[in-house]
């Protein structure tokens, strides 16, 4: 018996419509799909009618395996800060607007996507929080200067995030509970939860929150955290998988000021090869529960183990296009039924 099925992730795939993504998925022998809420997006304003994209699946013979939304939830807990590095993200009318602006933007349209995402059954939305602690935090350097006792001009930032976590996100977590949706946070360096730890304090915080959960994907632990300590540490709160594989380089520096990802020490690469050992990966992800939990939430045979292909060298296309089939062919594999040393001995059945 198989518990997992091939799908693919949309964010890379930003030069497609649904329409394109969806017949890349499909044509690379995905079974199932993951687009970016971009995607979802009509040119006149607001999203396509569910039932619309939900017959697009349909045609193709695919499952919706989660909306990506990464970057309005991201934008959404870090505006606060004024990084320009929330205007990719949003409307070119609001990029010139003030960092309230746009956060309440972005807390609106990510309420508007869960309710397209309810509509359409979909109940994992694989994202990111963003910076509620702040740039100087979330560069995780050993002399943080993270908390000053002045009694007029003093500071705590773990202490400030915290409070701005809670309550700047307590509406969107509000209603993802109300919608039954789990947001699975991407366990990510530049986010408000960069290791395990990290996101069991936020779990902590929000009184054990049902809609908070992880989207796991090996290929963000680079920097002291192996990807096994991670997901055995948060694996009862994974309900999303990526499948994706880099490579660091020997003897070059992780956070040198490199924009050619040909030149930098950590890069990403094809699902075969590069330093994690993929089948391992998705047997932890077996070990840990996370079909079981997929399935439960939504009612299938089968859990997602979501390509989202990057590289260094080769093209999206087609490091995209081979990870399906590698995730398909070699991860997808039969589950033991028993353990071996059942069937060993004379009197074996």
């Given at each position: 018996m198989k518990v997992f099925h091939p799908s693919v992730e949309g964010a890379q795939h930003g030069d497609k419509d649904l329409a394109?993504?969806?017949?890349?998925?499909?044509?690379?022998?995905?079974?199932?799909?993951?687009?970016?809420c971009y995607m979802l997006e009509q040119k006149e304003g607001g999203f396509m009618p569910a039932a619309v994209i939900r017959e697009m699946f349909a045609q193709r013979g695919l499952h919706p395996d989660g909306v990506s939304a990464h970057c309005p939830f991201w934008v959404q807990t870090s505006a606060w800060t004024e990084t320009e590095t929330v205007r990719p993200f949003?409307?070119?009318?609001?990029?010139?607007?003030?960092?309230?602006?746009?956060?309440?933007?972005?807390?609106?349209?990510?309420?508007?996507?869960?309710?397209?995402?309810?509509?359409?059954?979909?109940?994992?939305?694989?994202?990111?929080?963003?910076?509620?602690?702040?740039?100087?935090?979330?560069?995780?350097?050993?002399?943080?200067?993270?908390?000053?006792?002045?009694?007029?001009?003093?500071?705590?930032?773990?202490?400030?995030?915290?409070?701005?976590?809670?309550?700047?996100?307590?509406?969107?977590?509000?209603?993802?509970?109300?919608?039954?949706?789990?947001?699975?946070h991407e366990i990510h360096p530049g986010t408000a939860a960069m290791c395990g730890s990290d996101f069991l304090h936020v779990v902590d915080l929000c009184g054990v929150d049902e809609c908070l959960g992880v989207n796991a994907d090996p290929s963000h632990c680079w920097e002291g955290e192996t990807w096994q300590d991670r997901f055995d540490q948060v694996g009862d709160y994974v309900y999303g998988c990526h499948m994706k594989n880099h490579y660091v380089r020997p003897g070059h520096p992780l956070r040198s000021m490199q924009p050619d990802w040909k030149h930098r020490a950590m890069q990403f690469t094809q699902l075969d090869r590069g330093h994690i050992g993929l089948v391992r990966y998705a047997e932890q992800m077996l070990r840990i529960g996370y079909p079981e939990r997929y399935c439960k939430l939504h009612g299938t045979q089968t859990a997602p183990l979501v390509v989202e292909a990057e590289g260094a060298f080769a093209s999206l296309d087609q490091v995209s296009g081979d990870g399906i089939r590698f995730v398909r062919d070699v991860c997808c594999f039969e589950v033991a039924g028993r353990s071996h040393e059942e069937g060993m001995g004379a009197g074996a059945d």
């Open positions: 394109g993504f969806l017949n890349f998925a499909s044509a690379n022998g995905a079974l199932g799909a993951q687009p970016t949003i409307p070119a009318n609001l990029r010139g607007a003030s960092s309230r602006q746009i956060e309440n933007w972005a807390e609106d349209y990510c309420l508007h996507l869960m309710d397209l995402c309810a509509e359409l059954g979909v109940k994992v939305i694989p994202m990111f929080w963003g910076l509620a602690y702040g740039l100087e935090v979330a560069t995780g350097y050993p002399w943080g200067f993270w908390k000053f006792a002045d009694p007029d001009h003093g500071y705590d930032l773990i202490k400030e995030g915290d409070e701005r976590f809670v309550n700047r996100t307590r509406k969107l977590r509000e209603h993802a509970t109300d919608l039954n949706l789990m947001l699975a």
